[in-house]
């Protein structure tokens, strides 16, 4: 089992910027692509982010690419979402995802999930 609490949350205005984190527990940590999530009331969870399990490689969704930076720390097991230029229509609940080996824009191919942190972006 691996257990996933995200932090960093919370309401700012159009263009500022927010740094989500998300630590990790339980199993070995480098063992797992990570990734992040968003899902807004109403609509389907979607793909923001994913980072491998060493750090060397990174991925992201279309509508974020230049804007979002994801990291990760594998001696504080540890990922990070940074997220700059924020618009209204990042508004959503973020979670992040553990999946055992390669990354996956999938949410259903993950296999541990945090509860989420709200990011709301006011206009």
């Known amino acids: 089992q691996v257990q996933l609490v995200e932090s960093g949350g919370g309401l700012v205005q159009a263009g500022g910027s927010l740094r989500l984190s998300c630590a990790a527990s339980?199993?070995?940590?480098?063992?797992?692509?990570m990734g992040w999530f968003c899902q807004a009331p109403g609509k389907e969870r979607e793909f923001v982010a994913a980072?491998?399990?060493?750090?060397?490689?990174?991925f992201y969704a279309d509508s974020v690419k230049d804007r979002f930076t994801i990291s990760r720390d594998n001696a504080k097991n540890t990922v990070y979402l940074q997220m700059n230029s924020l618009k209204p229509e990042d508004t959503a609940n973020y979670y992040c995802?553990?999946?055992?080996?390669?990354?996956?824009?999938?949410?259903?191919?993950?296999?541990?999930w945090g509860q989420g942190t709200q990011v709301t972006v006011s206009s």
């Open positions: 995802a553990a999946r055992g080996g390669s990354w996956s824009r999938t949410y259903t191919n993950y296999d541990y």
């Open positions: 339980g199993r070995t940590f480098s063992n797992y692509a």
């Open positions: 980072i491998s399990r060493s750090g060397d490689s990174t």
